[in-house]
Structure formats: C-alpha cells, structure tokens
C-alpha cells in the first residue's frame, strides 16, 4: 500500500483510511503498511506506528494488515515488530537487511531473533536482493521455515528457479508469494500461492480472479487476464515504485501526493505512458471504478 501524503509533504491519515477500505474492498486478503510501495525508508517510525493504527481500524477484520516493520538493525526491527504485535496488527514484513550485507548465518541470527522476540506474530521474510545488495540463500529460507512463526516469503529476486527450489526444500504450508506481479502466474505454478502486489490498487479484482482461476484449474482464463494485465505490470515500472503507481493513482482520481525526497517524481513522458495504458485496460473493463 502507497503511503498519502498531503501538499506539505506531511501523511495524510485520512487519504491512507479511505485507500485502505478501498484496497480490501477491491480484491486484496491482506495490506502491506510501510513496505517499499509505502517509501518506509523515508518514514519516521512514529509515522509508521500512526499508519499502522490507521489501517488496522479502517479494514477491521476484512482485511489482514502486515506490519513493515524490517531494519538493518536487528535491535530496531526487533523494537518496531513488538510494537506492531502491541497494536495488533495481523503479521510483519521482514525485509533483508540492507547495506550492511551479513553473511548468511547473520541473515539467520537476524530473522530468528525477530521470531523469538514476538512468537505469537507471523512473520513474512522478504527477499529482494536488487534493492538490499544481500541475497536469503534457499538453504537458509528452509532453515527459517522451521521457526513456527515465520510462515512465508515473499520472493523478489526475480528468479523462478530460486522459487522452485524454496518449495521443494520448505513444507507445504510455508507461503511463497511473488514479489513481482509478472511473475505471479509463473510463480503459482511452481508451488507459490499470490503476490505482494503493486498493481493491486488498481486491478485488485482482476488479480484475485487470476489467482483462483488458476487455484480453480482454470488455466486458460489465468493466462488471459495476466496477458492483459501485462503492460499495467510493465508500466508500473517504468521509474523507481512507487512514482508510476502515484501517477497512475492521481490519474484515478485518488489524492495520494507526490513522493519523498530522495525519490522525485517522473517526466511527462512516464505520465502519458500510464494513461495509455490506463485507457486500454479502462476500455476493456480491466480497472477497478475509480474514486
């Protein structure tokens, strides 16, 4: 989920409630707060807590809400996942941590004392070496899969061998979701089970069709909605996410700003790109109704 930000650059909590209610009302089981779409890197944790609140009480229960609560600080994720616990939230998103690059036994230390210090919060790890600059190794995916709590991955490396391999070395129950909405149907067929998905805010729907005709066997349609969802997926990625999904929001109708320094936004160019695009699904009947 994007994170709104009024003109001063300040959250906007209210836009953030009415995107919420939107998002699970519109084909997404479960919202990502303060994820990469949501520019966590450039929230203050205060801020983070504040939307974690805001969301949990606008989808009350029709929706499970996944904290971002991960760090280069195994101290400070810890502290953030047991303030997440604290106010309820569903699960936590652990994301790799950045810069640093630990070994993979320090990838293990890291997740598994996350683990120990909230037990009873599920934990989705979060693999996504093109952005880290440090890789969760299959073989220590299956290990972490043995921790109770931590029941999923979302894997965003871009490689559908390292799926397959995930799966064959984890038990069935351990949740593998795209990272990437391309690669969503690739993924399900070789054992993953959905996607943490950008493109959700404006074709929810569509992609939740796309995952149970394909749960259903119903291949054939599977593949047709993800060949025309296919330039929205391509789009969406154009310049750094989430700047093409805050232009195409805006083009939707929704209020969400623009994004925070480092990140500024896109040419004109990336603009009437989307529209395009936009315009084909819109015609199609492809998009969810606007605001």
């Not at 600080?73 to 790799?96: F, K, N, P």
């Not at 995916?141 to 043995?146: C, N, P, S, T």
């Not at 330039?231 to 750094?240: E, I, R, S, W």
């Amino acid at each position: 989920m994007v994170t709104p930000f009024s003109e001063d650059g300040s959250v906007d909590y209210a836009v953030a409630e009415r995107l919420a209610d939107y998002l699970a009302s519109n084909g997404s089981d479960g919202l990502v707060v303060c994820g990469t779409t949501g520019e966590s890197p450039t929230l203050s944790w205060q801020e983070e807590y504040q939307l974690f609140k805001t969301v949990r009480e606008a989808v009350a229960g029709r929706a499970q809400v996944l904290a971002g609560t991960g760090s280069n600080s195994t101290t400070e994720a810890i502290e953030a996942t047991r303030h997440a616990y604290d106010l309820g939230l569903d699960g936590s998103l652990q994301v790799v941590p950045y810069y640093n690059k630990p070994s993979q036994e320090g990838l293990y230390q890291h997740f598994s004392q996350i683990a120990a210090a909230v037990p009873d919060l599920p934990i989705m790890l979060y693999n996504i070496p093109g952005r880290t600059g440090c890789a969760l190794a299959v073989d220590t995916v299956a290990r972490l899969a043995e921790i109770s709590n931590i029941v999923a991955i979302k894997e965003a490396s871009g490689s559908l061998d390292q799926a397959s391999q995930i799966r064959y070395h984890t038990p069935a129950e351990f949740g593998i979701y795209s990272g990437d909405d391309s690669l969503t149907l690739p993924m399900l067929s070789v054992g993953g089970c959905g996607v943490v998905s950008v493109a959700s805010h404006l074709v929810g729907p569509q992609l939740q069709k796309m995952v149970r005709a394909y749960e259903a066997g119903e291949t054939r349609l599977a593949l047709e909605i993800h060949l025309q969802l296919l330039p929205l997926f391509k789009v969406l990625f154009v310049a750094t996410n989430p700047v093409p999904l805050k232009v195409a929001l805006a083009q939707q109708g929704w209020s969400v700003g623009t994004v925070r320094l480092p990140l500024c936004m896109a040419d004109e160019s990336v603009g009437v790109a989307i529209a395009e695009v936009l315009q084909q699904l819109s015609a199609q009947g492809a998009l969810a109704s606007r605001v």
